[in-house]
Each structure stands twice: as C-alpha cells, then as structure tokens.
C-alpha cells in the first residue's frame, strides 16, 4: 500500500546465509527432525524437575537437553568448570562478552567421549544455561558426529542456528543479550552481556523462516520470545509471508 515494501531486519547477505544453512542442516540431520520436532520452551512441561543450583541441578537440566536434542546422555560427559579455571583457555567455545567463554566442547579423540565443560557462574542462570548446553550439544551433534568441520569459517555460527533447526531456538535467540544489574562501592547500574554467535535481528529472522518451513503462521511459542527478538520475528515473518516459498 502507499508504495511500500516491507523490509527485512536482516542484511541481504545475513539472510542468504541464514537460508543455505538450513539447507546445509537439512543435508546434515535431515528435514524431519526441524519439522516435526517439538519447540522446547521455559515451562515445567519441559522441564518439571525443581531447579537448583548444584551439579545435581545442572546435570537435570543437561539429561533433558540431550533429550530434546537426540543425543544420549551415556554419550557425553559434562563437568562444571571453576569461574577461575585455566581450561577456559585451551580452546575457542560459546563466546561470553568478556571474552570468558560460558560453555566448551573438547571433541571425542579415540576412545575418549566427548565432554561438555560450563561455568559455575552459569548456576545463577538456568536459562542461560540451557542455552550454552544446547549450544555445545551442537557441537557435538555437528563436529563429533562428522557432519561439520571445525575448520568451518561460519563453525560457530552455524552451530548456533542449528538450536534455532533443532528446537532450542527460544534459549539461544533469548540469550544472545541479558542485562544484569552491577554494584561497585556506591556505583550502581547495569551491562550487557552477550552469548552466542548470531545477533538478536539474525536469530529473529531464522526463527521466522524455521516457522514457515514447519508451516506455522502464528506459532504460540513466539510469546516467550524477549522483546526485541519477537519484534524481528514479526517483521521478518511478514516479510517472508510476501516473498517466499518455504525451503525444500
């Protein structure tokens, strides 16, 4: 009307890139498990155990993840890392803005598992870890599984959209920027902090084209998405309900 277009809150290049991953997931995992998969939400449907914060707790939360994800436990070993640790060097892995990673992935090498290490600060946060689990799940659903370089330039990247196919969006899309709240002396305020790879407009441009390719129109799981990342879900939906076919 009037002569106007709606507009992508995404580059042209961001959702190429965005479009071939899913197809590039598709040839990996396979388009059934993006279509018929459930949308894992923040709710005691998914995760009904008491939360708390203790290794107990993380390894609760951690059991339903790789559920959700269709990796046996009995695969993968988790350990939680000291905030201090020296490990937090030894390899790159789900980014934190301080450069202190959240989460690590140590591939499998002969006949050692591959092991899944977070932060104890991590504890404080159930959501956020939830996010860095599925996160480092991928890894280990990509790159153990032989689907996906590390060498990979877009490794990262890809493995954050990946939760996005596998149903874990809301987490990591959620995750990709939290405030907190500061106080030094009689300083007082707030940061941001960032996980992950992708940004919030990315992530809500992949959630509204893994939407379409599931044949959602106005999906309910949007309403715990924050709020910048619904409202680039909304604009990116609109737009690819007037200019494309679902991927195939």
Known sequence: MFGLRLRLPVTEEERQWVDEG????????????????????PTDEFFPDPWEASEAGVEAIFQRV??????????VELTLIPDDS????????????????????????????PLIAVRRW???????????????????ILLDGGRLAREAGDMEPLTDLATVYLGMGVFTANAARRFR????DTWQGWSMERLGYLSETVYGYALARFARNRGESRPAWTGYLSTNVKTWFRQSAAWLERETRPIA
């Open 66 to 75: 790789c559920g959700y994800m269709k990796v046996p436990r009995h695969e």
């Open 86 to 113: 020296d490990l937090l060097d030894m390899l790159p892995a789900y980014h934190h803005a301080s450069d202190d990673p959240a989460g690590l992935h140590f591939g499998s090498d002969g006949d050692e598992q």
């Open 181 to 184: 709240q500061y106080q030094e």
């Open 22 to 41: 899913f197809r590039r997931l598709h040839r990996m995992v396979g388009w059934s498990r993006t279509q018929n998969g459930p949308v894992v939400l």
């Open 122 to 140: 991590l504890l404080k946060d159930p959501l956020l870890l939830v996010a860095t689990l599925a996160h480092e799940l991928g890894h280990v």
